[in-house]
């Protein structure tokens, strides 16, 4: 039963993966039906963002509250609206209606599934987790470029609409396996837990929830911006190669939790993180390079989401070890609420940067995240340690 459980939260990590690389691969074609500038993207995108970063904040209550069962469902259900009210939409101006479903949907249940892991599962459970997040991410852009090749971009969120209806499906027909959740679940709950302005003062606390902005901020604007990249470096390039392409990054994220998850208990989450961001510094450098080609720039976005890869359920699966497991709820609701301020604000942010520079200056905006996710993961480590153990029981 514990085995069929984990199959079914790894699925629901596949529909959160889902929706998130959709708009990224499709908006050089809908930029053009809808007749507005690349940049708009952003707005759609940050609509997005502000509602998870709201049931993300909310999330505590909630898994106080409310059976993780219910959530997954709930949360999965108001995704396949926002999917299926994208694919009706013939104006711009419409996509911020179902931008708040689209939203709400990702918060809750992400927050919900990796504190349930993080507390009982190891380090290589997280990141297998993760890997299927990145499985999802990256069948959806090859829907959309099929319906792309077919159809039209409506056609590949109706698609994608249907699968995640699927998992629905087997989700609800999974509630009786959540049985031998719920005792461990009711314990969790009979403890006291922190509330969100208690977390924030633990040792560490600040600079690894600006660290996780930082992450965030490069992965999301490489979730949105690498077709645009393509298509705005090499205008020869095919309309479905370039839609494409926007599964680069989703497939390096799910190589290199692939990776991690039979390496994570030897090597530990922060050596993993360290040598993920080599990675992805590397990744950078290749698509820096001047190649009038695509292929270098095409492999340096797997290998930087490769290097990413690890870094989100590192900091995740760390949340209860780092700050405790009364903190640990707060915390990863927290580190999720600034995820999603970094994954809103900063791919809007270089959607006008692109505008005005042009779109080559992406892998330098990255490399600037990059730093910062390094170095204040590092400053959180040492005020952990300086704390010791007892500060953040």
């Not at 003062?201 to 600079?207: A, H, I, N, V």
């Not at 992805?280 to 292929?295: C, H, K, N, R, S």
Request: proline share 4%; charged share 10%; with cysteine.
């Amino acid at each position: 039963m514990a085995s069929l459980l984990i199959a079914v939260i790894y699925l629901a990590f596949v529909s959160l993966g889902l929706p998130d690389s959709l708009l990224g691969s499709g908006w050089p074609t809908m930029q053009l039906d809808f007749g507005v500038p690349s940049s708009y993207a952003g707005y759609i995108s940050m609509t997005i963002c502000c509602m998870t970063i709201l049931s993300s904040l909310v999330s505590p209550r909630l898994m106080r509250k409310m059976h993780t069962k219910w959530i997954v469902i709930v949360s999965t259900l108001l995704t396949v609206f926002g999917l299926i009210g994208f694919s009706f939409c013939d104006r711009y101006a419409t996509l911020f209606l179902f931008a708040v479903p689209y939203g709400l949907g990702a918060g809750s249940i992400d927050a919900a599934l990796n504190n349930y892991v993080a507390n009982h599962y190891s380090s290589s459970v997280m990141n297998f987790l993760h890997c299927f997040y990145g499985l999802g991410a990256v069948i959806s852009p090859n829907i959309m470029a099929l319906a792309l090749q077919y159809a039209r971009w409506n056609d590949g969120y109706r698609w994608t609409a249907y699968l995640q209806a699927g998992i629905l499906v087997v989700c609800i027909l999974s509630l009786p396996l959540w049985k031998a959740e719920k005792d461990a679940q009711q314990t969790d709950a009979r403890k006291k837990t922190a509330g969100i302005s208690e977390t924030l003062r633990r040792p560490g606390m600040l600079p690894t929830l600006i660290a996780f902005f930082a992450y965030c901020a490069g992965e999301a604007t490489c979730f949105l911006w690498t077709s645009s990249y393509f298509a705005g470096t090499r205008p020869w390039m095919d309309e479905k190669l370039v839609a494409s392409f926007g599964s680069l990054i989703f497939a390096g994220l799910m190589l290199g939790r692939l990776i991690s998850g039979f390496i994570s208990n030897r090597l530990g989450d922060r050596q993993l993180i360290r040598i993920g961001i080599l990675l992805e510094f590397l990744g950078i450098a290749l698509i820096a390079l001047p190649l009038d080609g695509y292929l270098a720039a095409a492999a340096g976005f797997l290998l930087a989401g490769t290097g990413m890869g690890p870094v989100y359920p590192a900091i995740q699966h760390m949340a209860p070890a780092n700050f405790g497991k009364r903190y640990s709820a707060a915390a990863i609701g927290l580190q999720m609420a600034f995820a999603y301020i970094g994954s809103m604000c900063m791919p809007t942010a270089f959607g006008k940067l692109q505008q005005a520079v042009g779109i080559w200056v992406l892998p330098l905006y990255l490399a600037v995240f990059a730093v910062l996710n390094l170095v204040l993961l590092e400053v959180a480590y040492k005020r952990i340690a300086k704390a010791g153990p007892g500060k953040n029981a």
